[in-house]
């Protein structure tokens, strides 16, 4: 019968050695410094040297055993740094893997947050947020994030139903609840847009493919496996939280940049706050909690299922940060409207 395993213990036994993929490792010769997520470890001298030695094999294809006798050290000695390396996190083992073996929900709600807040580090240093708050950014680029949020937050009815109907017991009421409460806040970014525009142009309107490769990445998630699709929901939900007191300060100081430099985005911004404050009242910010205190033990298989998409998520959103800067800085008519044979 399987047994439940602590996060720290969800491991393999340990005969392949792989260098985690998203390890970054720095210096050679007489110091290295390897970096996962938040993690920094430093190899000086012969630990140095003996993984220098030992980097190029670790691909999760070759025992401990057979590396050893490769690169001519004892596979004590071998073994000792691997396992040390392990522990830091930025080493795993693959083989012997005991798909039995099961991880919480709430051990894998602890996992999830460790990733996601270190793959939302390149989110929240895109240049177009620095644009926003100097006042570099065309009225173009500012119009054209409206539209897509708008444009993403809108397309919610797409991908949460299909999540919900897919629910397993346990997750069906987080996600129907969640569906219900978020199937009307497109609403409230199309009454900001109406500031500025007519309501039948923001009908009317198109998103970027960017932002509609976010929207179908969730669609394809959603009708794949329901607990992997909020996984990436949660990604894209912690953008959104401001319960932490340094980040509502941070998004404060945005919205307050955006209004100084951009005074006519007004009621765009309440409308941005507005959502927010939705978004509290209701405790969004603790569905995902809710969902995995809920659900049953999790096999290896579904933990890494549900970690790809978050990860996977995190690059969509990038994409779709990068169409709003790149898109609206070479094309200035906003919104994008389809093309029919007078446009054309």
Not at 247 to 267: G, I, L, S
Request: proline fraction near 5%; hydrophobic fraction near 40%; charged fraction near 25%.
């Amino acid at each position: 019968m399987p047994t439940t395993m602590r996060a720290a213990e969800f491991r393999t036994s340990k005969d392949l050695p792989l260098l985690r993929r998203t390890t970054t490792v720095a210096g050679t010769g007489g110091q290295v410094v390897i970096r996962h997520l938040d993690e920094e470890v430093v190899l000086e001298n012969e630990a140095a040297h003996l993984f220098n030695k030992l980097r190029p094999e670790l691909s999760g294809a070759s025992a401990v055993a057979a590396i050893a006798e490769k690169v001519a050290e004892r596979p004590a000695r071998v073994r000792a740094l691997l396992e040390q390396l392990e522990k830091a996190g930025v080493v795993s083992f693959q083989a012997g893997t005991n798909e039995g073996a099961l991880m919480s929900g709430m051990e894998f709600y602890e996992l999830h947050r460790r990733h996601c807040n270190a793959w939302l580090e390149e989110v929240y240093v895109h240049p177009f947020w620095e644009k926003i708050t100097t006042g570099k950014a065309t009225r173009a680029q500012v119009l054209g994030f409206a539209f897509e949020k708008y444009h993403y937050i809108e397309a919610a009815f797409e991908h949460m139903g299909t999540a919900a109907a897919n629910a397993t017991p346990e997750m069906m009421p987080h996600l129907a609840r969640h569906f219900i409460e978020e199937y009307t806040h497109g609403d409230i970014y199309r009454k900001g847009l109406r500031s500025l525009f007519p309501d039948d142009v923001i009908l009317r309107s198109q998103p970027l493919p960017s932002t509609r490769a976010l929207v179908n990445y969730l669609n394809e998630t959603a009708q794949r496996n329901s607990f992997a699709y909020y996984s990436g929901n949660e990604l894209l939900q912690m953008t959104e939280n401001t319960g932490d007191q340094s980040a509502a300060d941070a998004v404060n100081d945005f919205y307050d940049a955006m209004r100084k430099h951009y005074p006519y985005t007004d009621k765009l911004i309440d409308s941005f706050i507005a959502h927010t404050r939705a978004d509290q009242a209701l405790e969004h910010q603790d569905a995902f909690r809710l969902m995995c205190k809920s659900v049953p033990p999790l096999t290896r298989r579904e933990v890494n299922d549900a970690l790809n998409v978050a990860r996977n998520m995190a690059e969509h959103l990038l994409l779709f940060m990068d169409g709003i800067d790149t898109f609206y800085a070479k094309f200035a008519t906003v919104p994008r409207l389809p093309c029919d044979p007078l446009s054309e």
